[in-house]
């Protein structure tokens, strides 16, 4: 269900304050998210972000479109907690 992580500049910032950013499915919503870590990684979160990225048009020859629709996740953990390294892909 999870693409990646994104690993930034931004996101190693965010680890100070626990917050962790992934790429995932854009049909996913919140309620899935937190059964997801809840269920398969144990893990409790405190909070969580949601945000889509604008589609970027693509050109090739004479047709014309779209880059597929991304969905970026910040999840917040609760207690201090950390990930562990398996969700750095």
């Given at each position: 269900?999870?693409k990646?992580?994104?690993f930034?500049?931004?996101?190693?910032l965010l680890?100070?304050?626990?917050?962790y950013?992934f790429?995932?499915?854009p049909?996913?919503n919140k309620?899935?998210?937190?059964?997801?870590f809840?269920?398969?990684?144990?893990?409790?979160?405190k909070?969580?972000n949601t945000?889509t990225?604008?589609?970027?048009?693509?050109?090739?020859?004479?047709?014309?479109?779209?880059?597929?629709?991304?969905?970026?996740?910040?999840?917040s953990?609760?207690n201090?907690?950390?990930?562990?390294?398996?969700?750095y892909?």
């Amino acid at each position: 269900m999870l693409k990646h992580y994104l690993f930034t500049e931004k996101t190693t910032l965010l680890l100070e304050s626990n917050k962790y950013v992934f790429d995932i499915y854009p049909y996913l919503n919140k309620n899935h998210i937190r059964l997801l870590f809840q269920q398969n990684y144990q893990l409790r979160l405190k909070k969580i972000n949601t945000y889509t990225l604008n589609r970027k048009s693509v050109n090739k020859l004479t047709s014309r479109g779209y880059k597929k629709l991304t969905k970026r996740v910040i999840i917040s953990l609760m207690n201090k907690k950390k990930l562990s390294d398996q969700f750095y892909f």
